[in-house]
């Protein structure tokens, strides 16, 4: 099951992906992607944090390329990309969604964390969202909503559960930049 909401979050993350303007999707474009949005929190592009960052987007189009049955020099067509997402999504569930978003996630974690506790304080968060082009006041909302359990602090399951809901519509704020 799939909704038009669903589809069209899709459609604007691959346009966002997509950098270069290809109208594809290359490993390249995630390399681009991972480094604009640490170097939009401050991170140099030699930094551990980036680095990671630089890595789990690789991953992630790895993952894509595999699942359009292309080469990872290859390119993922906005359609297969809608396609590869739709299934992790509504056909393969939770745990497959976290097993390949949890990487990024955590990258994330990684890149914002200043205090090294191992997850993101309302402080970090509403730097990280606004790094990446969300205004300060979305951002404090978004926080709101998304530390389910009211700690002060996000951790990566909560993230996880949060990229799921703005994909299926429960959440209005992209955390994937």
């Known amino acids: 099951m799939t909704t038009a909401l669903t589809t069209d979050r899709l459609r604007q993350r691959f346009a966002k992906w997509d950098v270069d303007g290809s109208g594809t999707l290359e490993r390249a474009d995630f390399e681009r992607e991972a480094e604009r949005v640490a170097g939009a929190f401050g991170a140099q592009p030699k930094s551990k944090e980036a680095t990671a960052l630089r890595d789990a987007f690789r991953n992630l ?37 976290n097993r390949v978003l949890r990487p990024v996630m955590q990258a994330i974690v990684g890149l914002c964390d200043r205090n090294d506790d191992g997850m993101i304080n309302r402080e970090e968060f509403v730097a990280y969202l606004q790094g990446v082009g969300v205004d300060q006041s979305a951002a404090q909302d978004a926080f709101r909503q998304i530390d389910t359990d009211n700690s ?18 429960k959440l209005d704020v992209p955390l994937l930049g």
């Not at 290859?74 to 497959?96: C, T, Y």
């Not at 002060?152 to 519509?169: M, S």
């Open 61 to 97: 189009f790895d993952f894509h390329a595999r699942e359009a049955g292309v080469p990872p020099n290859g390119s993922v067509s906005e359609d297969q990309f809608i396609r590869i997402n739709e299934k992790l999504m509504f056909s393969e569930g939770e745990a497959s969604f």
């Open 152 to 169: 002060g602090e996000l951790t990566v399951d909560e993230l996880l559960a949060a990229v799921r809901n703005f994909h299926y519509g």
